[in-house]
């Protein structure tokens, strides 16, 4: 199986914390589209015959764009691959964009799993970071889809945040638990150059959270949500049982994905693709060979990859998958450089998998860091 990535890379307007692509000119959205069309021509053969289980709508904010066209998007995707066996088909939604009308659209498409860009539900928090909506806003729109029969409705929250603290942070994590959803991305503010958070820090206009304080959000919306039956399955992922978003799950697992749109990634097993990071050039030449550069993975490259993004999650590192897919080679060279890690508690084995205990996964890139091997 395989997942298929539909970049939106328009935003109505730019959060102050934002250093993620995207443009805010939404006027060019229909030749936006059009290009889109010319791209999954021109990728058609990317898949060969494996099924596609997973799409994933993300930006961006993909709820500017109408259901229908969304919709317009799967329809094309189904005729050049085989969607017949999607499980899951999520659109990221800013929680301004939802309103009747367009939930009355989006129950006409096969999208079945929606993923809020709440952030907090603080006012204070919510007008700093630049968002759109506020706290009400995200409340009333998890709640009108839910009347409109979605389950797996996942939110993104962001601790770490200047000036809160911890039990504002949690009271955040605690709503978003009686609010009924099924999934929750809970995310440190990271404040990267050239944003305007960036801007303020360098002026001293902005004093950033200590680690100290992370740490202590981390640990409470740990605490927090396993107490309230969400299993911590990825560093910064909690589910209920059964609603892992399995797109992302896809991801790290090292499955084949294909990335459609600027600034999208692909992966066929071996090779890697970026698009662009730019919408104009997408819209020119999307269609053509000239928007890609790319890498080869080696050996070495996989088996880094796979201890990244295997010991970021709960299943971590199975011994026999391990060894199926680096063979003993591989396996030896992993027993060699874990043992000190487990002595140093960094690592645990719990009779299955090799894991990081979740009170170390902020510290995780240091541990992963470690295992790396270096040609
Ligand atoms: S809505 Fe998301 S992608 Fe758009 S500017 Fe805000 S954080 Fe960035």
Request: net charge negative; charged share 20%; aromatic share 10%.
């Amino acid at each position: 199986m395989a997942s298929l990535y539909i970049h939106i890379p328009f935003c109505r307007t730019r959060c102050n914390y934002c250093d993620f692509y995207k443009s805010t000119a939404c006027a060019d959205t229909n030749d936006y589209i059009d290009a889109l069309d010319r791209e999954m021509e021109y990728r058609r053969d990317y898949f060969g015959s494996e099924p596609v289980d997973t799409v994933f709508f993300g930006g961006g904010t993909p709820s500017v764009l109408p259901p229908a066209t969304l919709q317009q998007i799967l329809d094309k995707a189904a005729t050049l691959w085989n969607l017949g066996h999607v499980k899951e088909i999520t659109v990221e939604a800013n929680p301004d964009d939802i309103t009747d009308n367009y939930l009355d659209a989006l129950t006409d498409t096969d999208i079945n799993r929606i993923s809020f860009g709440v952030q907090s539900f603080i006012d204070r928090d919510l007008r700093m970071m630049g968002r759109r909506h506020n706290a009400v806003q995200a409340m009333q729109a998890v709640e009108a889809v839910q009347r409109r029969g979605y389950d797996n409705v996942s939110i993104d929250l962001i601790f770490g945040v200047p000036g809160m603290t911890t039990e504002e942070w949690s009271q955040n994590v605690r709503t978003a638990v009686d609010l009924g959803v099924s999934h929750i991305s809970a995310y440190c503010l990271t404040i990267a150059e050239g944003t305007v958070f960036g801007n303020m820090e360098a002026s001293g206009r902005l004093i950033p959270a200590s680690d100290e304080e992370c740490e202590a959000h981390y640990l409470a919306c740990h605490d927090i949500l396993t107490a309230h039956g969400f299993e911590h399955y990825e560093i910064s992922n909690y589910a209920l049982q059964g609603c892992r978003a399995h797109h992302n799950m896809a991801y790290w697992s090292g499955r084949r994905y294909l990335g459609l749109g600027p600034s999208a990634h692909s992966y066929d097993g071996t090779h890697r693709t970026y698009a662009a990071s730019d919408v104009k050039g997408y819209i020119k030449d999307a269609g053509s060979d000239i928007i890609y550069d790319g890498e080869t993975l080696s050996h070495a490259d996989k088996y880094n990859e796979f201890i990244m993004t295997a010991l970021r999650t709960s299943d971590g590192i199975n011994p026999e998958h391990m060894a199926e897919r680096f063979g003993s080679i591989g396996m030896e060279f992993f027993s060699g450089s874990v043992k000190r890690l487990i002595k140093e508690g960094c690592i645990a084995f719990n009779g299955t998998s090799y894991c990081i205990p979740p009170e170390k996964w902020m510290v995780s890139n240091d541990i992963i860091s470690e295992l790396f091997y270096v040609e």
